[in-house]
């Protein structure tokens, strides 16, 4: 398992627009699900290109607007 210091050196080198003091408000856990999403990102799309989102995510999410 890779630490946190290593999770967010990768990620900024996938997402130039991110930031380190950005990045180390989020847990190992959170991180590593965005590295691993970044990562498929890169990858040519097609039938083996394939990203499986995580149980406890929604796969839909609305918003209610406020007036």
């Given at each position: 398992m890779i630490n946190k210091?290593?999770?967010i050196s990768a990620?900024?080198?996938?997402n130039r627009s991110a930031t380190?003091?950005?990045l180390n408000k989020?847990?190992?856990p959170?991180?590593?699900q965005y590295l691993?999403?970044?990562?498929?990102?890169?990858e040519p799309r097609g039938r083996a290109s394939?990203?499986?989102r995580s149980g406890d995510t929604a796969a839909v999410v609305t918003r209610t607007p406020c007036w």
């Open positions: 210091t290593r999770i990620i900024l080198q996938l380190a003091d950005w989020f847990t190992t959170a991180l590593r691993d999403h970044l990562q498929m990102t890169i394939v990203w499986i």
